[in-house]
């Protein structure tokens, strides 16, 4: 009686009719259904389930497909979030829109309770302080409101902010449904979550990933210092869009695709001594480089590689030349390629730059850059970090900062939180430099300065404590989001845990910074960089210890939330 009157209390509230029509189907259990929605609101709310299949849904304004997108609705009994949809991008306030399967799908019977609750509404502004206060939510590292978040995009610094676009899923909490999502900020530490810049424009022709930047000298024509981005059109190849607000919508050039190819995740920089842009972007065709530089793994990744294109006015591109390696996971996707000056050991500027080249997995190559193609002096170096992936650097950021944001890749928690409503999140910013190491240049990840500002107080302090005593001292971290700096009297293999999440590294000394759901470990001066995610099974572990070893000093910081409505305790 009571799922009745409250089917029939949201039909009434937002004014709707829904038709269901027994389809002719073999075994006669199915149903096609077709919902109408009269006098558009800012949202359309949709419920989404953790689990199931999920079910290709359109939205029509009248004959015309303004999207379509996979959702797995709930039945009857099943815990499920709401997600609401954007509107305002398709112009359509005050219209009467069709909600239905696509034509090659069609709902079982179960999934009618679900497919009733697909209403008009707002953003849900009056569960804001809930969300962020949700015990799996990160405190300190930014993550979706609602939805899936997985690799960072279009970084770039305008006009006195940060924007941190990112790959988005804002109805489930998987892959899927790839449009851009946006944070914008000032200091590198607190974030606000924006509206979605870039809509994908059907699940055929997805918004992938891809670069920002600033037309500093007017290049193509919109004005100078005006903000750009390029990413993959699934449907259609290698585009560039244009932003008239700062950033919070984009318009895609007339000229797009501007670049067709097999391959996707485009960046795009200036470079100087020509006066010209140059693309960098994954690419799957053979070429004469991946030829003479044959995979280490034969058949695995022949023909991966980072191919580079030029332009003057962004509109017409040229291709130059191709990079590739014999270990193929070290070109695979999300491109990243900078200039960065030289630092001797101790930290000093040497008056040499190279040029830094990576992918998905941030196993640097380091070298040359000619303008048309890179060339490698060393790598591919280090490890994938661990929990870690796609990261990339602020474009023009000040003074000439290299600051990396990547996507931290923790564990759902759905068997505890079956309505779990958001997942996946990002790291902190460190800041890259290039340093001398023996008989080569390697990259070393810190954190930056900025961070700082998340201290709250010092929980526990102390010096040169033998493993008893730094243990006594560390326990003030249990259930605390937490910074630990510490310094062992020998450098080498350090065993310790931290709030239920292994936080070991090499080296002499560390700061590792503990969330909800992962950490960060930055040690050996920044030599090491991991991201570690807590295990499911121990989502409520606060163990922390630390095996044998003299420890010469010990701090523990209490950290602050950057949500505003959340207090800064972990569980």
Same mark, same amino acid.
């Given at each position: 009686?009571?799922?009745?009157?409250?089917?029939?209390?949201?039909?009434?509230?937002?004014?709707?009719?829904?038709?269901?029509?027994?389809?002719?189907?073999?075994?006669? @259990?199915?149903?096609?259904?077709?919902?109408? %929605?009269?006098?558009? #609101?800012?949202? %359309?709310?949709?419920?989404?389930?953790? @689990?199931?299949?999920?079910?290709?849904?359109?939205?029509?304004? +009248?004959?015309?497909?303004?999207?379509?997108?996979?959702?797995?609705?709930?039945?009857?009994? *099943?815990?499920?979030?709401?997600?609401?949809?954007?509107?305002?991008?398709?112009?359509?306030?005050?219209?009467?829109?069709?909600?239905?399967?696509?034509?090659?799908?069609?709902?079982?019977?179960?999934?009618?309770?679900?497919?009733?609750?697909?209403?008009?509404?707002?953003?849900?502004?009056?569960?804001?302080?809930?969300?962020?206060?949700?015990?799996?939510?990160?405190? &300190?590292?930014?993550?979706?409101?609602? +939805?899936?978040?997985?690799?960072?995009?279009?970084?770039?610094?305008?006009?006195?902010?940060?924007?941190?676009?990112?790959?988005?899923?804002?109805?489930?909490?998987?892959? +899927?449904?790839?449009?851009?999502?946006?944070?914008?900020?000032?200091?590198?530490?607190?974030?606000?979550?924006?509206?979605?810049?870039?809509?994908?424009?059907?699940?055929?022709?997805?918004?992938?990933?891809?670069?920002?930047?600033?037309?500093?000298?007017?290049?193509?024509?919109?004005?100078?210092?005006? %903000?750009?981005?390029?990413?993959?059109?699934?449907? $259609?190849?290698?585009?560039?869009?244009? @932003?008239?607000?700062?950033?919070?919508?984009?318009?895609?050039?007339?000229?797009?695709?501007?670049?067709?190819?097999?391959?996707?995740?485009?960046?795009?920089?200036?470079?100087?001594?020509?006066?010209?842009?140059?693309?960098?972007?994954?690419?799957?065709?053979?070429?004469?480089?991946?030829? /003479?530089?044959?995979?280490?793994?034969?058949?695995?990744?022949?023909?991966?590689?980072?191919?580079?294109?030029?332009?003057?006015?962004?509109?017409?591109?040229?291709?130059?030349?191709?990079?590739?390696?014999?270990?193929?996971?070290?070109?695979?996707?999300?491109?990243?390629?900078?200039? /960065?000056?030289?630092? #001797?050991?101790?930290?000093?500027?040497?008056?040499?730059?190279?040029?830094?080249?990576?992918?998905?997995?941030?196993?640097?190559?380091?070298?040359?850059?000619?303008?048309?193609?890179?060339?490698?002096?060393?790598?591919?170096?280090?490890?994938?970090?661990?929990?870690?992936?796609?990261? !990339?650097?602020?474009?023009?950021?000040?003074?000439?900062?290299?600051?990396?944001?990547?996507?931290?890749?923790?564990?759902?928690?759905?068997?505890?939180?079956?309505?779990?409503?958001?997942? !996946?999140?990002?790291?902190?910013?460190?800041?890259?430099?290039?340093?001398?190491?023996?008989?080569?240049?390697?990259?070393? &990840?810190?954190?930056?300065?900025?961070?700082?500002?998340?201290?709250?107080?010092?929980?526990?302090?102390?010096?040169?404590?033998?493993?008893?005593?730094?243990?006594?001292?560390?326990?003030?971290?249990?259930?605390?989001?937490?910074?630990?700096?510490?310094?062992?009297?020998?450098?080498?293999?350090?065993?310790?845990?931290?709030?239920?999440?292994?936080?070991?590294?090499?080296?002499?000394?560390?700061?590792?910074?503990? *969330?909800?759901?992962?950490?960060?470990?930055?040690?050996? +001066?920044?030599?090491?960089?991991?991201?570690? /995610?807590?295990?499911?099974?121990?989502? $409520?572990?606060?163990?922390? /210890?630390?095996?044998?070893?003299?420890?010469?000093?010990?701090?523990?910081?209490?950290?602050?939330?950057?949500?505003?409505?959340?207090?800064?305790?972990?569980?």
């Amino acid at each position: 009686m009571k799922t009745i009157f409250r089917c029939l209390l949201l039909h009434l509230l937002v004014t709707s009719t829904v038709d269901a029509v027994r389809a002719d189907d073999h075994d006669g @259990s199915r149903f096609a259904y077709t919902k109408t %929605l009269t006098d558009a #609101d800012t949202h %359309l709310v949709f419920p989404v389930v953790n @689990s199931g299949e999920r079910f290709l849904l359109e939205i029509r304004d +009248g004959e015309k497909l303004l999207q379509n997108m996979r959702v797995a609705l709930p039945r009857e009994g *099943d815990a499920y979030w709401l997600a609401p949809y954007p509107l305002e991008h398709f112009d359509v306030t005050g219209k009467t829109l069709t909600v239905k399967p696509d034509v090659n799908t069609k709902l079982d019977e179960q999934r009618r309770f679900g497919f009733d609750l697909i209403r008009f509404g707002n953003d849900l502004p009056d569960q804001a302080a809930g969300d962020y206060a949700k015990p799996y939510r990160n405190q &300190f590292h930014p993550s979706a409101r609602r +939805g899936w978040n997985n690799d960072v995009n279009g970084m770039v610094y305008h006009n006195g902010k940060y924007h941190l676009y990112f790959q988005y899923n804002p109805l489930g909490i998987s892959w +899927g449904n790839k449009h851009w999502g946006h944070f914008e900020g000032t200091d590198l530490v607190h974030w606000e979550e924006k509206p979605i810049p870039l809509y994908m424009r059907t699940v055929e022709d997805k918004a992938f990933s891809g670069g920002g930047f600033v037309d500093v000298n007017n290049s193509a024509g919109f004005g100078k210092n005006a %903000l750009f981005v390029v990413y993959t059109s699934t449907g $259609r190849g290698e585009c560039i869009a244009y @932003s008239k607000d700062n950033g919070l919508t984009f318009e895609d050039l007339p000229d797009n695709p501007v670049v067709k190819h097999e391959g996707r995740d485009p960046k795009i920089v200036w470079y100087g001594p020509e006066q010209k842009w140059v693309m960098v972007v994954f690419d799957m065709t053979p070429c004469a480089e991946t030829k /003479a530089t044959p995979s280490a793994v034969p058949g695995k990744g022949e023909d991966y590689n980072f191919a580079f294109y030029e332009s003057k006015d962004l509109r017409t591109w040229k291709r130059t030349g191709a990079f590739t390696d014999p270990d193929r996971d070290a070109v695979f996707e999300c491109p990243e390629l900078f200039e /960065a000056p030289v630092r #001797d050991a101790g930290g000093r500027p040497t008056g040499e730059t190279r040029w830094i080249l990576y992918g998905a997995a941030n196993r640097c190559f380091v070298g040359r850059f000619n303008g048309e193609t890179f060339v490698k002096e060393s790598g591919p170096h280090g490890t994938d970090h661990g929990d870690f992936k796609a990261a !990339q650097v602020f474009s023009n950021a000040p003074k000439g900062r290299r600051i990396q944001v990547g996507w931290a890749r923790p564990e759902a928690f759905t068997e505890l939180f079956p309505d779990q409503l958001c997942n !996946q999140s990002f790291t902190l910013p460190h800041e890259l430099t290039l340093r001398q190491t023996g008989d080569s240049l390697r990259v070393f &990840f810190t954190p930056v300065a900025e961070v700082e500002a998340l201290r709250d107080r010092v929980l526990a302090e102390g010096k040169e404590l033998d493993a008893a005593g730094a243990n006594q001292l560390l326990q003030k971290c249990k259930g605390e989001l937490s910074e630990v700096v510490i310094e062992f009297a020998r450098k080498g293999t350090h065993e310790i845990i931290v709030n239920g999440i292994d936080a070991s590294f090499e080296g002499r000394e560390a700061r590792i910074f503990t *969330d909800v759901t992962f950490n960060e470990v930055y040690a050996d +001066g920044g030599f090491y960089y991991e991201v570690r /995610a807590r295990e499911a099974a121990d989502f $409520r572990s606060t163990k922390t /210890a630390l095996a044998l070893g003299h420890v010469k000093r010990l701090k523990v910081y209490r950290l602050r939330s950057i949500w505003k409505q959340t207090t800064a305790k972990q569980h």
